[in-house]
């Protein structure tokens, strides 16, 4: 069975820093590319960042460039997402999900909040 | 950026009757090299990630009732719910994995009527 597990989010303050992790099991995590989306409250679904199989391309919204940096392990069968300068704005719930050309399963979420 | 709109915001259907969701893109997400529509659907209902309904505009994931069906090629396309259940009281999105930026729509809430 195909599982993605997040851990990671929390309570920071602006200009904070923040590691969300997407630990995947069930499959050959080495093979899909990943994305990370978010959603912050009772808004719709924004792409934040996605890395290739063996993490030599990445991309980047323009919201979270230069601040975000996307990650993979594949020994450890995990994707990362480091967040820094963090703000307001980044409020939201944040998604892992894998690519089989379409986003066939998704991390159950976890709730970033930057606030002071 | 391909942009993605949706219509309706908000629906509200009766049971037992079909509900249809269009979706736009600002330009095509067809690739003439393989004739393939990269237009997904998901469904998300409160405090759940999105779930995945159809994918290649037309294709039935796995354990999706058949009641939903999506259409459409290029730069429209709709999704089905040919009588809606009390269960499928969600959100739903259209998404392009068409180019990088992957976008969504803004979301289209279906009630009940």
């Known amino acids: 069975e195909v599982q993605l597990v997040q851990s990671g989010g929390g309570l920071v303050q602006p200009g904070g820093s923040l590691r969300l992790s997407c630990a995947a099991s069930?499959?050959?995590?080495?093979?899909?590319?990943m994305h990370w989306v978010r959603q912050a409250p009772g808004k719709g679904l924004m792409w934040v960042s996605y890395?290739?199989?063996?993490?030599?391309?990445?991309a980047y919204a323009d919201s979270v460039k230069g601040r975000f940096t996307i990650s993979r392990d594949n020994a450890k069968n995990t994707l990362y997402l480091q967040m820094n300068s963090l703000r307001a704005e980044d409020t939201a719930v944040y998604y892992c999900?894998?690519?089989?050309?379409?986003?066939?399963?998704w991390g159950q979420g976890t709730l970033v909040t930057v606030s002071s | 950026d391909i942009v993605m709109t949706q219509s309706p915001d908000s629906l509200a259907v009766s049971l037992d009757e079909r509900a249809t969701i269009s979706c736009k893109s600002s330009?095509?997400?067809?690739?003439?090299?393989?004739?393939?529509?990269?237009l997904s659907w998901f469904q998300q209902k409160p405090g759940q990630p999105p779930r995945l309904l159809i994918s290649?505009?037309?294709t039935r994931e796995s354990g999706v009732p058949d009641r939903f069906s999506g259409s459409g090629s290029g730069t429209d396309f709709t999704l089905t719910i040919s009588s809606l259940q009390a269960a499928d009281v969600a959100v739903y999105y259209c998404?392009?994995?068409?180019?990088?930026?992957?976008?969504f729509g803004q979301g289209t809430k279906l009630e009940i009527k």
């Open positions: 330009q095509t997400v067809l690739d003439s090299s393989n004739n393939k529509n990269y």
């Open positions: 998404q392009q994995y068409y180019d990088i930026p992957r976008t």
């Open positions: 890395i290739n199989t063996d993490g030599s391309a990445t």
């Open positions: 999900a894998r690519t089989n050309d379409a986003w066939d399963y």
């Open positions: 290649w505009a037309s």
């Open positions: 069930g499959y050959t995590f080495s093979s899909h590319w």
